[in-house]
């Protein structure tokens, strides 16, 4: 079999094509991963971010929700005690006394 030089040429220029093209879409493939990674990075920390300042914001309505507990245990434990004053102010009912 006799294979001339132009068909060797044209094999060895469509192989070197498709091996051009096939590194070319690994490069591109590669870049794009470390865009995604940077990219992932940079989500990451703006979350986290947002993530404490979330957290720090909870902890103060925490705070403020415990105080305000606390505040209404005693404005209950008072209103229980003003209750039992205007009782004993009123006092029990008079009965009537009737004629036997």
Do not use: Q, Y
Request: neutral net charge; contains cysteine.
């Amino acid at each position: 079999m006799h294979v001339s030089v132009e068909v060797i040429a044209i094999i060895a220029c469509g192989v070197s094509v498709i091996v051009a093209f096939v590194s070319a879409c690994g490069w591109f493939l590669t870049r794009m991963d470390a865009r995604f990674a940077a990219a992932d990075a940079r989500m990451d920390a703006r979350f986290a971010a947002a993530d404490a300042r979330m957290d720090a914001r909870f902890a103060a309505a925490d705070t403020r929700i415990d105080r305000l507990e606390t505040r209404m245990g005693g404005v209950e434990h008072e209103l229980s005690e003003v209750k039992v004053a205007i009782a004993r102010l009123e006092g029990p009912l008079p009965r009537l006394v009737t004629s036997r």
